[in-house]
């Protein structure tokens, strides 16, 4: 893990993740499904116990209920049920223990395989299909060996189980009498209707970006105008706001192009991610972003970016 660390903090573009693999019943036999998740999210994996099901009067048919693991009641998401396939069930299935959005949850799977080390520019963004899913589960497609890996938004799955959560994402806590203009980059297609909401709901003018590689290809544009009319970037964007896990380029190698670029990085940068808390910030800082924000705090997003626009321009000034 801790090279894995280092690849991050120096914004590679590279990164880790754990492959695992659920068997659905079909018509014609046993399918085998490949997912993956950035191992950054994974605390370990251990062995299901005996007799775990789920329960009608469960809030969601995927939830399992609660488990003991050492000090902690774990709460398991039969990732199969959520995924709508009937898993084809066996002895010893494995439980992936994760920790985001300052939560840790058991994910029921029928088995893990290895740990990958890609290259974000590997992963292709999901196709129209599941781009348009209800769920928008998949946030990336990879090929290893001879099979592909589809990256599972696990951000989603307790989105879907946390109606609350959902809810209190929408809030918008501070709106600017000035209109400011941000580009904001995230791969998930929900969030990105969030935030497109709460940014326009805060009186932002705002440019979307499905990856990092795209929100590039947006600054790489007012780069150019703005040195064709001499002006600075600051001139047509006024922010930065970036999800650190994206297909093709992440938010990490994001905001170490505009902070190394001579002209964009005048540009104040905020990374929004579940991946961080107070183990892991040190990366955003290595990488010279402005401001970080956790996912959890989605409800305060905006306030920080219109504050942090306005200590920029009394900097500036």
Known sequence: MSQTDILLET?????????FFVNEMTPSGVENHYFGVNVAKVLEVVEAPEGLEGSEAAAHPSFLGTIPLRDLILPVVDLSVWLDMERAKDVNEPIIVTEFNGMITGFLVSGVTQIHRVNWADVEPPNK????????????????HEHFVLMLDLEQV????????????????????ERYRALVADDSTSVRQLLQRNFSEANFEVSMARDGAEAWNFLERIKKAAETEGKSPLDFLDAVVSDVEMPQMDGYTLTR???????????????FSSLISKSVIHKGKAVMADEQVTKPEFHGLTGKVINLIRSWDRGQG
Do not use: H, W
């Open 158 to 177: 307790l989105a879907d189980l946390d109606e609350s959560g959902q809810t209190q994402a929408n809030l918008t806590t501070l709106v600017s009498e």
């Open 129 to 144: 299909y599941f781009s348009t899913m209800d769920t928008n589960c998949i946030t990336g497609t990879i090929k290893i």
């Open 11 to 19: 914004g590679t573009n590279e990164l880790e993740i754990i492959e």
């Open 257 to 271: 192009r505009i902070k190394e670029d001579p002209v964009l990085k005048v540009l104040p940068v905020v990374l």
